[in-house]
Nanobody, 123 residues
Framework: VQLQASGGGLVQAGGSLRLSCSAI????????VAWFRQAPGKEHEFVAD????????YNKAFAKGRFTISRENAKNVVYLQMNSLKPEDTAVYFC?????????????????WGQGTLVTVSS
């Protein structure tokens, strides 16, 4: 399956964005999907994941309470709704998928990655 992330852009602090991760060439319902992000000069960071049956996990340090991951299997899309954005959320956001099983916060557990979409939050 190929993944395509979209929806990034420039937003002011306190604003919202919704990222989309679209799957091409596979049945997305069979995959757990996660979002990771990478800020300039930093390592990849787990944001959230959603399992095949909708179980969600969030990075408690910054995502829980502000971000919501969801999926529409019929459309082969996973979303990341981001509210109350802060300048420190500025990063390239990547979606990734793994076939079967639960989601994971570990990058190495994912088989397929999208190209990333840039989110810039201005203060």
């Amino acid at each position: 399956v190929q993944l395509q992330a979209s929806g990034g852009g420039l937003v002011q602090a306190g604003g919202s964005l919704r990222l989309s991760c679209s799957a091409i060439g596979g049945t997305f319902s069979s995959y757990a999907v996660a979002w990771f992000r990478q800020a300039p000069g930093k390592e990849h960071e787990f944001v959230a994941d959603i399992s095949r049956n909708g179980m969600r996990t969030y990075n408690k340090a910054f995502a829980k309470g502000r971000f919501t991951i969801s999926r529409e299997n019929a459309k082969n899309v996973v979303y990341l709704q981001m509210n109350s954005l802060k300048p420190e959320d500025t990063a390239v956001y990547f979606c990734a998928s793994k076939l079967y099983g639960l989601g994971s916060a570990q990058r190495g557990d994912y088989d397929h990655w999208g190209q990333g979409t840039l989110v810039t939050v201005s203060s």
